[in-house]
T-cell receptor, first 114, second 108 residues
C-alpha cells in the first residue's frame, strides 16, 4: 500500500480501556486522514490533519476520540474508554501538498472490543 | 439519499466478461477516486480523476463532470478482480466522501 504504515494491524481491547492507533504517512506526505469502516458499512471520514494542526475534525465523535500529528513521529488516533460500538477497521491515508492529490491508504487497524 | 451512489451493489460475472460499475454524486467535487478493497485487506487507490478518462492495464475509469457521473470498467475480467470497488469523491480540502461499494465476484 505505497508506504503508508499503520500499526498495529489488529488490536483487542476490553471495554473501558484506551486504544492507540498509529499511522506513519508516505515519505514526503504532510497530510493525514483517518477513516472508519464499521462492520458491514461503508467508509466514513473522521479527521484531517497536517503537521501539528487539525484541519477538519467534523467526522470525529465529540467524546472519547482524539487525533494528533506531531512534528516528529506518527499520527495517533486515540480512543478513550472504548465501547463495543468502537469495533471497526480504522484506515489512515496520506497525501502530499496541493489540491487535489491522490490519497494513499494504509492496510488499516482492526479494532475489536471485548 | 447518499451524496455518492454506486450501482450495482453486488455483481457476479463469469471470467472474461466486461464489467461496468457506476457512480453518481450530488455534490461539487474537485476529483474522484476509484478504490479497491479485498476481503479483510487494505484499500488500494486505482485511479484519481477530475476529467475525461484514465486507463491502467485492464481497468478504465471515466468521469463526466457535467452529469456528475463516473464509471469503472474492467475488460477481460478474472477471478482475482473479485473485490469491493468503492467510489469516493474529494470535497473541499481533500476530504473523501465514499459510496457504499460494489461487491464484485468473478467466477472461473
Amino acid at each position: 500500500n505505497a508506504g503508508v504504515m499503520q500499526n498495529p494491524r489488529h488490536l483487542v481491547r476490553r471495554r473501558g480501556q484506551e486504544a492507540r492507533l498509529r499511522c506513519s504517512p508516505m515519505k514526503g506526505h504532510s497530510h493525514v486522514y483517518w477513516y472508519r469502516q464499521l462492520p458491514e458499512e461503508g467508509l466514513k471520514f473522521m479527521v484531517y490533519l497536517q503537521k501539528e494542526n487539525i484541519i477538519d475534525e467534523s467526522g470525529m465523535p465529540k467524546e472519547r476520540f482524539s487525533a494528533e500529528f506531531p512534528k516528529e513521529g506518527p499520527s495517533i488516533l486515540r480512543i478513550q474508554q472504548v465501547v463495543r460500538g468502537d469495533s471497526a477497521a480504522y484506515f489512515c491515508a496520506s497525501a502530499s501538498q496541493g489540491s487535489p492529490q491522490p490519497q494513499h491508504f494504509g492496510d488499516g487497524t482492526r479494532l475489536s472490543i471485548l | 439519499k447518499n451524496e455518492v451512489e454506486q450501482s450495482p451493489q453486488n455483481l457476479t460475472a463469469q471470467e472474461g466478461e466486461f464489467i461496468t460499475i457506476n457512480c453518481s454524486y450530488s455534490v461539487g467535487i474537485s476529483a474522484l477516486h476509484w478504490l479497491q478493497q479485498h476481503p479483510g485487506g487494505g484499500i488500494v487507490s486505482l485511479f484519481m480523476l477530475s476529467s475525461g478518462k484514465k486507463k491502467h492495464g485492464r481497468l478504465i475509469a471515466t468521469i463526466n463532470i457535467q452529469e456528475k457521473h463516473s464509471s469503472l470498467h474492467i475488460t477481460a475480467s478474472h477471478p482475482r478482480d473479485s473485490a469491493v470497488y468503492i467510489c469516493a469523491v474529494i470535497q473541499g480540502a481533500q476530504k473523501l466522501v465514499f459510496g457504499q461499494g460494489t461487491r464484485l465476484t468473478i467466477n472461473p
